[in-house]
């Protein structure tokens, strides 16, 4: 496996850290005062004209729905490795994947309409995803049951002649709020009574239809995630056209699992930029500070725990860019080890350097007055984001222990000390 980074995704590197010095960095503040502004004035979830402005900007600079590997409605789209350092760059700002229309959950949609959409869905939906024209919003996990295992959704999808109707409670719908969001992916039952994998579906669902209700905003640690959101949402006898179904019923599990794969990658690559992030920030302020009569960087324990960060970020980058690397020759399914032992490695990694920032800074390092707060807030929301770290060690438990088994006819024999 060669890792190198090719002189294309170097000069991308180069440009990106460009614009995030011309354009991100300086305006991080404008992005929550614009936030606030908008609280204040009665409707948190209005769309930042910020973003509106550098959208623009970041397509002129080539650096436009990078995710999307193998799409010719995305030409510019690159591989799982090539995105990789990239995405880790856009990752070191909360908000600043959406400038390049790489933001979850629009990328997963997009990938999941690209794979496992019709002609017909790609055209609706897709191509103004796409173009950056609106957002979408994927809704799978429900309040009443334990979402980490998608079997107990409760979430009914009926046929009803040309139509299904559907009827169910979801929460954690992100970008549900934002009024830019036109269209969910919704996951339910159409069958109870078929084989466990067997008994749900995805179905696309416009925004605006009849007998949909957003019952609230979903706060993280206190932080709701203006403009962008965490909603909860009623459906009511929603009725769309039969046509709008991904695949077909009982293919539900089936795109699930298809969908979460570059997800979960995604989130991943993100985490390792803010915890380059949180390490810059702790170096910097532990160079500034003077405590007991020298500066913090002078003191062994933060020595320690700079060398401790920079060697943890390392190990999870590689390991990023291994399951990227297998995600691109040997397929999602493949690399499914790989998947889960990054989703968590990589929030757990970040956790622990976001963390030792914190301490460095004291009480300001819980405060507004820098990001890291808000990126502990995010990571820790990634241990139980598209999978919780205790199904993902189940799932990488069951793939080691299948190693060793022994095959049918085969004598297991002890190991014994050579002569």
Same mark, same amino acid.
């Given at each position: 496996?060669?890792?190198?980074?090719?002189?294309?995704?170097?000069?991308?590197?180069?440009?990106?850290?460009?614009?995030?010095?011309?354009?991100?960095?300086?305006?991080?503040?404008?992005?929550?005062?614009?936030?606030?502004?908008?609280?204040?004035?009665?409707?948190?979830?209005?769309?930042?004209?910020?973003?509106?402005?550098?959208?623009?900007?970041?397509?002129?600079?080539?650096?436009?729905?990078?995710?999307?590997?193998?799409?010719?409605?995305?030409?510019?789209?690159?591989?799982?490795?090539?995105?990789?350092?990239?995405?880790?760059?856009?990752?070191?700002?909360?908000?600043?994947? #959406?400038?390049?229309?790489? *933001?979850?959950?629009? @990328?997963?949609?997009?990938?999941? %309409? &690209? =794979?496992? /959409?019709?002609?017909?869905?790609?055209?609706?939906?897709?191509?103004?995803?796409?173009?950056?024209?609106?957002?979408?919003?994927?809704?799978?996990? #429900?309040?009443?049951?334990? *979402?980490?295992?998608? @079997?107990?959704?409760?979430?009914? %999808? &009926? =046929?009803? /002649?040309?139509?299904?109707?559907?009827?169910?409670?979801?929460?954690?719908?992100?970008?549900?709020?934002?009024?830019?969001?036109?269209?969910?992916?919704?996951?339910?039952?159409?069958?109870?009574?078929?084989?466990?994998?067997?008994?749900?579906?995805?179905?696309?669902?416009?925004?605006?239809?009849?007998?949909?209700?957003?019952?609230?905003?979903?706060?993280?640690?206190?932080?709701?995630?203006?403009?962008?959101?965490?909603?909860?949402?009623?459906?009511?006898?929603?009725?769309?056209?039969?046509?709008?179904?991904?695949?077909?019923?009982?293919?539900?599990?089936?795109?699930?699992?298809?969908?979460?794969?570059?997800?979960?990658?995604?989130?991943?690559?993100?985490?390792?930029?803010?915890?380059e992030r949180a390490l810059q920030l702790m170096c910097e302020r532990a160079i500034a500070r003077v405590?007991?009569?020298?500066?913090?960087?002078?003191?062994?324990?933060?020595?320690?725990?700079?060398?401790?960060?920079?060697?943890?970020?390392?190990?999870?980058?590689?390991l990023t860019l291994k399951a990227a690397y297998m995600m691109d020759t040997v397929g999602n399914k493949?690399?499914?080890?790989?998947?889960?032992?990054?989703?968590?490695?990589?929030?757990?990694?970040?956790?622990?350097?976001?963390?030792?920032?914190?301490?460095?800074?004291?009480?300001?390092?819980?405060?507004?007055?820098?990001?890291?707060?808000?990126?502990?807030?995010?990571?820790?929301?990634?241990?139980?984001?598209?999978?919780?770290?205790?199904?993902?060690?189940?799932?990488?438990?069951?793939?080691?222990?299948?190693?060793?088994?022994?095959?049918?006819?085969?004598?297991?024999?002890?190991?014994?000390?050579?002569?």
């Amino acid at each position: 496996m060669n890792f190198d980074y090719s002189p294309k995704v170097q000069e991308m590197q180069a440009r990106l850290l460009a614009f995030f010095d011309a354009h991100i960095y300086p305006n991080e503040r404008r992005f929550f005062a614009e936030v606030e502004a908008n609280r204040r004035a009665g409707n948190a979830w209005v769309p930042t004209k910020l973003i509106e402005e550098l959208k623009p900007l970041a397509r002129a600079a080539g650096l436009w729905n990078l995710f999307l590997p193998k799409s010719s409605r995305a030409p510019e789209g690159l591989s799982n490795l090539e995105y990789a350092p990239l995405c880790e760059i856009m990752g070191r700002v909360s908000w600043a994947a #959406e400038v390049f229309n790489c *933001s979850a959950p629009d @990328t997963g949609n997009m990938e999941t %309409i &690209e =794979r496992y /959409g019709s002609e017909a869905h790609k055209s609706a939906w897709l191509e103004p995803l796409l173009r950056g024209e609106m957002r979408s919003a994927f809704l799978m996990t #429900e309040p009443e049951v334990a *979402s980490s295992d998608a @079997t107990n959704i409760q979430c009914r %999808i &009926e =046929r009803d /002649g040309d139509d299904y109707v559907i009827n169910g409670t979801k929460w954690w719908s992100s970008g549900a709020g934002d009024p830019r969001c036109a269209i969910y992916i919704v996951m339910g039952k159409t069958n109870p009574e078929a084989g466990r994998h067997e008994q749900q579906a995805m179905v696309l669902v416009p925004a605006n239809t009849p007998g949909i209700t957003v019952l609230r905003p979903l706060s993280v640690f206190g932080y709701d995630d203006a403009p962008h959101g965490h909603m909860e949402l009623r459906l009511s006898n929603v009725r769309v056209p039969a046509s709008n179904i991904l695949l077909g019923e009982g293919r539900g599990f089936e795109i699930a699992q298809g969908r979460l794969g570059p997800g979960r990658i995604h989130h991943c690559m993100r985490s390792i930029g803010a915890a380059e992030r949180a390490l810059q920030l702790m170096c910097e302020r532990a160079i500034a500070r003077v405590a007991f009569g020298k500066t913090i960087a002078q003191q062994t324990v933060t020595q320690e725990r700079i060398a401790e960060a920079r060697c943890s970020i390392e190990q999870a980058r590689l390991l990023t860019l291994k399951a990227a690397y297998m995600m691109d020759t040997v397929g999602n399914k493949g690399a499914k080890a790989e998947i889960a032992m990054i989703k968590i490695v990589a929030p757990n990694m970040a956790l622990k350097v976001i963390d030792w920032a914190i301490q460095v800074y004291g009480g300001m390092g819980v405060s507004d007055d820098t990001p890291l707060a808000m990126m502990w807030a995010h990571q820790r929301t990634l241990r139980l984001a598209d999978g919780p770290d205790e199904v993902h060690r189940n799932s990488l438990a069951k793939l080691e222990l299948a190693r060793h088994m022994a095959m049918p006819g085969e004598v297991s024999m002890p190991v014994t000390r050579g002569s």
